[in-house]
Each structure stands twice: as structure tokens, then as C-alpha cells.
């Protein structure tokens, strides 16, 4: 696919502004709701008016705000949703009823906000929009624009601070909490919750994961102090989860007089979780008056879901799976996963900088026939000599070697997977991107000598 002229401007533009997440030493100082808040009232307020899931949570947000969007389609409603980051293309973060918006819409909406953009970073002071505040206006754009009934917002990174909680929302939902981004969102469990509780709003209806007791202490004093009716997972909204296949998960849910089962296109109890708290939500947003058809409605959008990178099943003879797990509790839910398939593994791995290595590497070599270490990122990725030392304190004898290239480790480790054995290409969002692209293709047809 040629790229857009006019996107490939936008994005360039985007990628000037000041982007926190990937500072390698980044700011707590820089998040701020000034500069959004400024943003939108020059583009005259496209936020004002719209119905907003907003979905935070150290992990699933991702995977609950894509749930969701399918249950408010199957539902009936026209949808926009709001992600972040994206795999391969720079579209992926803003879709319109389950797709990628074009990318000329894209290019419009910068080109409408970037005179704004400008004016503020020419002011100076506390008020010049960063790259989360300039997407985030985008998107509010696109999505007043083509008129969605509803959209779902996923945060960026923390929450009370985030740009996403500019909005106004219908309903707010934390689907996890764990130690992240402790430089800017702090270094204990309560600290992290006070953020992502941060995005409760008076009286409105709020949902949460399993959490931690001592994050779920903030989270429940806050929707006390804001008047939020506030549903936990596990308690108010039941849920049970059961393997169907290697790649289904059978979702059962129980939230008062709403009872159904459902069928999940990807593994993992996990995300049946985030399942359950997608439809919770949605049930609120909705306020539905017939029960069972709403169930029907929920349960033909969580079959219908598709879940990039959250162990994604390219092939299954063989098994190639494609999956951005970063984290220990990530990396724990792959290997979960990936030991349903009951075979060996050759694992591709790419791990960025800062990251728990020993942690990740601890949930996966025990399942690895073989690891190929690469880099995915130049700037951001781990040395693979460096992967491999902490590969080998897990297990000394484990098989692996480096090929620094991404994409020739990938299409290596694909030629040299045997039928019975799995490939996973994981460790980082941007390994999971190139893995995508490169995995989907055609394997090159073996050659005679």
C-alpha cells in the first residue's frame, strides 16, 4: 500500500511535538489537562455533547475499550474509538465502527487542529499541547465530524492528567492496577490507583477489575467522594472463564438480571475479565430495558471482537502467534496461554529498555524449545546481549541466538519452525508491529540446489 502524501505530513507534524511516553527521561512537570483543555476550546469544544466509555488500567485497557466497541455495535450504535499505540499504521488509533478511519479523514483533522497547535506553542507557558493532546484532539474531531452515537476512549498513560480526561464521560472503567510508570505516576500501588481513579467524575457510573486491596481502597473512597456508583468485578458483575479451544475462551457473566454466555476469539481468563468489564460498562451507557436482548446484543459483539497483538493466532498449522506482552503479569498471561497449545515454543523476542527482562524472561523460558533474540527499535530496545545474559540466568542451557535485524529474525525463525512446535514473536509493542506485517506474508517457497 503506498502511504498518503498528505498523512505521511500529519504524522511527521505529530511526531514533532513533545511526546512524554517516550522521553528517555520524562517529566512528571509535562502532564498537565492545561494544554488540552486550551486545544479543545479553540476547535470549539468538539468533546461537548458526546458519549464517552473511558477505559484506564495499567493492563487490558487496550483489549476491554475494543470489546466494548464491538458490543455498542452489535447493539446497534455508530461507534468511534480512541487507542493507543498503534502496531503497523498510524490509522489504527482512530476507528469508526470497527475500522480504520481513511487516511485523508486523518490528514483533515491534524491539518484542522495544527494552526491551533501552533498558537499555543507560540504563547508558550503551561498551555503547548503535547503529541497525546494533539491525537487525542484529533480524534474528538473525526469522531464529531462523522457523528458516532458513542466513543470509547482509551487512556493514555495514568489518568487524573491524561488527555483523554478532558472529556465528560457516560461511564468510566479500571480494568487494572499494577506498578508502571513509576516516575511519573508514582511508586506504590496507592499512588498509581489515586491516578487512574483520577479519571472519576461526579456522579457518574464507574466499573473496575480485580484490584489489588490496597489500590482498590482508593479507587472505592474516591467514587464514595464523588458519588460514583461504583460495580467491581467479583463482586457486584460475576464472571467465570473456561478454555473452549487453545484460541476460545467461554465467557460466562452474572450482573443482576443480566445473564449470558459468550464465546471469546482469543485465550486467556484474562480477558474474559476484560470481557465482563466491557459489557458492564456498555450496559450502563445503554441503559437497556430488555435485558435478554441486550445479552444477545453483548454476545454477538464479543464473538465478533478481534484483539490485535493480544495473543494473536496468524496460523495454526503451524501455530504462529503474535502477542505485545511487556510486562511480568503480560508475559504470565501469554505463557498461560501459549501452554494450552501443549508444544514447544520458539520464541522471537524484543525487549525495550526499562522493562522487567528478568521478570519477562522468567515467565516465558520455561516454555521456549528455542529464543531468537532481536531488536525491534533502534533507540528503545534492548541490546540482545543483554536479553541473552538474563535468557541464560533463567535457564543455562537454553538455545538461542542473536539476529539483530527484526525482520530476518522473524522469517529465520518461521523457516526453521518445525510442524509440531509453536513461533511467538513477543516482548514489545514494536516487535508485535513488524511481526504482524512480516508473519502474514507469504513464506518464501523453498528452493532446490
Not at 528517555?24 to 483543555?37: D, E, G, K, V, Y
Not at 487490558?60 to 499505540?85: C, H, M, N
Not at 520458539?346 to 516465558?364: E, M, R, Y
Not at 539483530?404 to 511467538?424: F, M, Q, Y
Request: charged share 25%; glycine share 6%; net charge neutral.
Amino acid at each position: 500500500m503506498r502511504a498518503d502524501p498528505q498523512l505521511a505530513v500529519a504524522e511527521a507534524y505529530l511526531e514533532g511535538l513533545v511526546n512524554v511516553e517516550k522521553e528517555r527521561a520524562p517529566q512528571r512537570a509535562r502532564l498537565s489537562l492545561a494544554p488540552i483543555r486550551a486545544l479543545l476550546d479553540r476547535l470549539g469544544a468538539p468533546e461537548r455533547g458526546l458519549s464517552v466509555v473511558h477505559v484506564a488500567g495499567s493492563k487490558g485497557k487496550g483489549s476491554t475499550a475494543l470489546f466494548a466497541e464491538a458490543v455498542l455495535r452489535a447493539a446497534g450504535a455508530r461507534v468511534g474509538t480512541f487507542t493507543s499505540p498503534h502496531l503497523e499504521r498510524w490509522t489504527e488509533r482512530f476507528r469508526v465502527d470497527g475500522e480504520e478511519v481513511a487516511p485523508e479523514r486523518l490528514a483533515a483533522a491534524v491539518e484542522q487542529l495544527r494552526p491551533h497547535v501552533d498558537a499555543l506553542r507560540a504563547a508558550g507557558g503551561e498551555q503547548v499541547p503535547s503529541f497525546f493532546d494533539a491525537t487525542t484532539a484529533a480524534a474528538l474531531l473525526i469522531f464529531r465530524d462523522v457523528r458516532v452515537d458513542h466513543a470509547v476512549l482509551e487512556v493514555g498513560l495514568g489518568g487524573r492528567l491524561d488527555s483523554t480526561n478532558a472529556v465528560s464521560p457516560a461511564v468510566c472503567c479500571i480494568t487494572s492496577i499494577e506498578l508502571e510508570h513509576t516516575d511519573l505516576l508514582g511508586d506504590t500501588l496507592a499512588a498509581v490507583a489515586a491516578e487512574k481513579a483520577g479519571i472519576l467524575k461526579p456522579g457518574v457510573p464507574a466499573v473496575c477489575g480485580d484490584l489489588p486491596r490496597e489500590a482498590l481502597a482508593v479507587v472505592e473512597r474516591r467514587a464514595q467522594e464523588l458519588g460514583c456508583p461504583l460495580a467491581r468485578l467479583g463482586r457486584e458483575i460475576e464472571f467465570e472463564a473456561e478454555a473452549a479451544a487453545p484460541d476460545l475462551t467461554q465467557l460466562r457473566y452474572r450482573e443482576g438480571d443480566l445473564r449470558f454466555d459468550a464465546e471469546l476469539r482469543v485465550p486467556g481468563a484474562h480477558q474474559a475479565a476484560n470481557a465482563a468489564l466491557a459489557v458492564a460498562a456498555v450496559r450502563r451507557v445503554l441503559a437497556p430495558e430488555d435485558p435478554a436482548r441486550f445479552a444477545s446484543a453483548a454476545r454477538a459483539g464479543l464473538a465478533a471482537a478481534q484483539l490485535p497483538a493480544r495473543v494473536e493466532i496468524l496460523s495454526r498449522a503451524p501455530w504462529i502467534v503474535v502477542d505485545a506482552a511487556h510486562t511480568q503479569a503480560s508475559a504470565r498471561a501469554l505463557a498461560e496461554a501459549l501452554q494450552r497449545l501443549a508444544a514447544p515454543v520458539d520464541f522471537v523476542l524484543s525487549i525495550s529498555a526499562g522493562k522487567d527482562t528478568g521478570a519477562i524472561l522468567a515467565a516465558l523460558v520455561p516454555l521456549a524449545r528455542s529464543l531468537t533474540l532481536t531488536r525491534a527499535d533502534p533507540a528503545r530496545s534492548l541490546d540482545p546481549a543483554e536479553i541473552a545474559a538474563a535468557a541464560r540466568a533463567v535457564d543455562p542451557n537454553i538455545a538461542l541466538r542473536v539476529v539483530p535485524n527484526p525482520h530476518l529474525a522473524l522469517r529465520a525463525a518461521r523457516e526453521a519452525l518445525a510442524p509440531d512446535a509453536v513461533l511467538c514473536a513477543t516482548g514489545s509493542v514494536y516487535l508485535a508491529g513488524i511481526a504482524r506485517r512480516v508473519l502474514r506474508a507469504p513464506a518464501p517457497a523453498a528452493t532446490g540446489r
